[in-house]
Nanobody, 122 residues
Framework: QVQLVESGGGLVQAGGSLRLSCAASGRASSSYHMGWFRQAQGKEREFVAAISWSGARSSYADSVKGRFTISRDNAKNTVYLQMNNLKPEDTAVYYC???????????????WGQGTQVTVSS
């Protein structure tokens, strides 16, 4: 069992930056692929970014490429999402996820955090 706890969300103006953190605990958490999904009000949950268990591979949604960076520190069992040049359309609840499969699909991730709200004002 793996527990995921996100932090770092908040309110920011358009063009600003935030860094989300996800602390993982539990057996072999550093061996899981990790990622971030988000869900805006009234919309379906969508993939944002993923990073392989070693950190060697990453993937991004087209909407955040060049603005967001995912990274991990396995010594600290923590995954980060650096978000720059934020836009109002980035407003959503952001969820940290972990799983054994390399995927952009919600169904392929076994573990989910409780979510953290990110609000970008125009």
């Amino acid at each position: 069992q793996v527990q995921l706890v996100e932090s770092g969300g908040g309110l920011v103006q358009a063009g600003g930056s935030l860094r989300l953190s996800c602390a993982a605990s539990g057996r072999a958490s550093s061996s899981y692929h990790m990622g971030w999904f988000r869900q805006a009000q009234g919309k379906e949950r969508e993939f944002v970014a993923a990073i392989s268990w070693s950190g060697a591979r990453s993937s991004y949604a087209d909407s955040v490429k060049g603005r967001f960076t995912i990274s991990r520190d396995n010594a600290k069992n923590t995954v980060y999402l650096q978000m720059n040049n934020l836009k109002p359309e980035d407003t959503a609840v952001y969820y940290c996820v972990g799983g054994r499969s390399w995927s952009i699909l919600t169904a392929d991730y076994d573990y989910w955090g409780q979510g953290t709200q990110v609000t970008v004002s125009s």
